[in-house]
């Protein structure tokens, strides 16, 4: 389309996006129903979806490759997921995953090409117009020839006329304009009560009496009327489902190799997860506490706030996505872990002394950097700012 037509005004560019948008939040709308989400198949939504955002780079004001490079690594991190899944289960999913991971470079190579700086467009061309092949709206029915009229009758007549909306009277009412006001009486002086004060004083009403009514309802507590969910805590194949607990401290969990641990919008609660397990996912979560023995692939927080986790085995990495608020706590085995964090903030990290008498070493994980130029070599480096 860009390549045929003008660029459109910033006004008629999101209908061209329109259907390529539904898409995409149809596509968002899947992976977070709760149905899917507990699937074996939860992995795959979540590529689908994280990439796709990628097909966005045609709105980037500026240089779009970065983006649509960005994105679609977003989805590869899901992909991963997949990958090391299926791996030793079914090839099939295997190479879905690696197809989709296949259809970014190429683009991401084609938007540097010809869309170096921006989405190009055809000054020579036509009016960009949504696809034929788009979404249009449905033609109108044909109408039906109306059956004869039927005779009428005083009570039928009564009974059968429809009544008018409230709305309809007051709509026609605002579009008379300055007729509206045309039915109205003249008052005169005499009669207004704030140019004849013995009328204002003798003109007490009465108040009428009070109807028999429900009290309304007393207004609700902050938060008090957004839906929670079922609390749960159940094995569902390999994969333990702890969902929507409260105020629940009691939480332990017996888990081996082959089993991972997904805990979904859990707020003022802790989990203690005993044996091995093969990982753990924090996902929109709120003051939780995790503690575990020994996680085999890594610990995962995504969308949460104020969480802390604990491991008193080892855990070989800890990812940290769009979190605010983490505490992790790393034992004498776990000393090697790798955390890596994106979009998070007020992340701190506490490993054991030198000695076993000694108190334990907190350190900050670092949030600013700093990118600068060499104007030589035309490169950029980017540095920590380091706080510590």
């Not at 899901?78 to 099939?92: A, L, P, S």
């Not at 997860?273 to 996902?283: E, F, R």
Request: proline share 8%; net charge positive; aromatic share 6%.
């Amino acid at each position: 389309m860009a390549s045929q037509s003008q660029k459109p005004s910033d006004s008629d560019f999101p209908a061209l996006l329109g259907p390529t948008a539904q898409a995409m939040t149809d596509v968002s709308n899947l992976k977070d129903d709760p149905k899917y989400r507990r699937s074996k198949f939860s992995n795959h939504l979540a590529t689908v979806a994280e990439g796709i955002a990628a097909l966005g780079w045609v709105s980037v004001p500026s240089k779009p490759a970065p983006f649509c490079k960005d994105m679609s690594e977003a989805g590869e991190f899901y992909g991963n997921r997949v990958i090391k899944e299926f791996k030793d289960e079914d090839k099939t999913h295997v190479e879905w995953a690696r197809a989709f991971k296949a259809i970014w470079p190429p683009m991401v190579d084609y938007i540097k090409k010809y869309h170096t700086t921006a989405l190009s467009w055809n000054k020579n061309g036509g009016k960009a117009t949504v696809p034929s092949g788009g979404p249009a709206p449905a033609a109108p029915a044909a109408k039906a020839p109306p059956p004869p009229p039927p005779k009428p009758s005083v009570s039928s007549t009564a009974a059968d006329t429809p009544k008018k909306s409230p709305l309809g009277g007051l709509f026609a009412e605002i579009n008379k304009g300055g007729a509206v006001t045309s039915g109205l009486k003249k008052v005169d002086k005499s009669q207004m009560t704030h140019k004849n004060p013995e009328l204002r004083a003798s003109s007490k009403v009465e108040a009428a009496p009070e109807k028999e009514t429900k009290k309304p309802a007393a207004p609700s507590k902050f938060g008090a009327g957004a839906k929670k969910g079922t609390p749960k805590c159940e094995l569902d194949g390999k994969k333990w489902l702890v969902e929507h607990q409260d105020g629940n401290n009691e939480i332990v969990i017996d888990t081996n190799m082959s089993q991972v641990v997904y805990i979904y919008k859990c707020t003022n609660s802790v989990i203690k997860i005993n044996g091995k397990v093969n990982s753990i996912a924090l996902d929109g979560c709120k003051k939780v506490g995790v503690v575990f023995d020994k996680c085999v692939s890594g610990v995962e927080m995504v969308t949460c706030q104020s969480v802390q986790v604990q491991a008193t085995g080892s855990v070989p990495t800890v990812s940290i996505d769009k979190t605010d608020g983490v505490q992790v706590y790393l034992s004498e085995k776990s000393l090697d872990c790798q955390i890596i964090s994106a979009k998070s903030s007020e992340m701190n990290v506490s490993i054991p002394g030198a000695t076993p008498e000694d108190d334990l070493v907190e350190s900050p994980i670092v949030e600013q950097f700093r990118t600068t130029l060499d104007p030589k070599t035309r490169k950029w480096t980017t540095t920590i700012m380091d706080s510590i």
